[in-house]
C-alpha cells in the first residue's frame, strides 16, 4: 500500500494511492500520517476502504505531494553507512552506526525547492533509504524483532552542508538541519510490499549526469540491525523517520565534482519507492 499526503505545504490531506494509481482521499475518521495514525493499527482499516471506495472518493487534477508523513518526532540518521562511501570520504569503516539527528521541520515533499542556505559553498546531495517507525520500540530483544515495529519505507533525500557539518566545531547536526534539508517521498510503502529491504537500487543525478548508483545490499548494518541499535539507546515512536545511510557518489572527497548551487536539479528514485525531482534555490 502507498500512502500520500498531498495538497498546499501546511495543508496536505492524507491520501493512498489506489489499484489503478489514482490517488484516492482518506476519510475524515484515519486523520493525518502520524504517530497517532499507527497506533490505531489503520493500515487494516484502509483495506477495506480501497474494496469499498467509490468516484467521490478519487482526487482530480494536479496535486502537490507533500512528506508522506507528518512532521515526525524524530528523525534519526545513520552516517557512513555504505562501504564505498566511507571509502570515498577516506574515513574508517564503523565498527558501530554512527548516528545523528535532523531536525524534523526540515522534512519537506519530495518535489519542493531545496535551499542552498545563506553562506554556504558546499551544500550536498545524499539518496538514502528512509524507514518509518509503526510500533513504540525500546530494548528490542533482537534484530529479528525490528520487523514487527517497522510501519513502511520511503525515498529520503538527507541534503549535507559539509563546512557547516565537518569544519564548523560541534557535532553534525548543524550541516543537517537546515531549513529544506530533507526532502521525503513521494509515498510511504507499507512494510508488507517490501519483500527485503537490503536490495534495492539507489540513484541520484545533478543536471542529468548520474552522481549515486547504490544498492542497499552494500549497507555496513542492515535495516533490522539499524532499529534495533537505536532501541538501546532511545525510544523509538510511532511516525519516527529513520534515514539509513547513502552510497558512494557525493561532491565530498571529489574535487572534480562541484557542490550544489542556485538552479541545479536534483533527481533521485529508490526501486519500488518512487522518483524527487528538486530545483535548488537560494535561502
Aim: charged fraction near 25%; charge should be negative; include cysteine.
Amino acid at each position: 500500500m502507498k500512502l500520500v499526503r498531498v495538497g498546499d505545504f501546511g495543508r496536505e490531506r492524507a491520501a493512498v494511492v489506489g489499484p489503478h494509481g489514482e490517488l484516492l482521499a482518506l476519510p475524515d475518521q484515519f486523520g493525518d500520517i502520524d504517530g497517532n495514525f499507527w497506533q490505531r493499527d489503520s493500515v487494516n482499516e484502509l483495506q477495506s476502504f480501497l474494496k469499498s471506495f467509490g468516484a467521490e472518493d478519487e482526487i482530480q487534477g494536479d496535486v502537490r505531494f507533500g512528506s508522506p508523513i507528518s512532521k515526525p518526532e524524530k528523525v534519526i540518521c545513520v552516517g557512513l553507512n555504505y562501504r564505498d562511501h566511507a571509502t570515498e570520504t577516506g574515513s574508517a569503516i564503523p565498527k558501530e552506526p554512527i548516528l545523528f539527528m535532523k531536525a524534523p521541520n526540515c522534512v519537506i515533499g519530495p518535489n519542493d525547492q531545496v535551499l542552498v542556505p545563506r553562506g554556504s559553498t558546499q551544500t550536498d546531495w545524499e539518496v538514502e533509504l528512509g524507514v518509518v517507525i509503526g510500533k513504540r520500540a525500546r530494548y528490542l530483544s533482537s534484530p529479528d524483532e525490528s520487523r514487527d515495529v517497522i510501519a513502511g519505507y520511503c525515498l529520503s533525500h538527507d541534503v549535507s552542508e559539509r563546512e557547516f557539518q565537518l569544519e564548523r566545531g560541534g557535532q553534525w547536526d548543524k550541516g543537517k538541519s537546515c531549513e529544506t534539508f530533507n526532502p521525503l517521498g513521494p509515498w510511504l510503502v507499507t512494510a508488507d510490499e517490501i519483500d527485503t529491504p537490503q536490495n534495492l537500487g539507489l540513484r541520484l543525478s545533478v543536471n542529468g549526469i548520474t552522481r549515486q548508483n547504490g544498492s542497499t545490499s552494500d549497507m555496513i548494518f542492515d535495516v533490522n540491525y539499524i532499529v534495533w541499535y537505536l532501541s538501546q539507546f532511545m525510544v523509538l515512536e510511532p511516525g519516527d523517520l529513520i534515514n539509513t545511510g547513502t552510497p558512494a557518489g557525493v561532491s565530498l572527497g571529489h574535487d572534480d565534482v562541484p557542490f550544489l548551487a542556485e538552479g541545479d536539479v536534483v533527481e533521485l528514485s529508490i526501486d519500488g519507492l518512487g522518483s524527487q525531482r528538486s530545483l535548488i534555490g537560494q535561502a
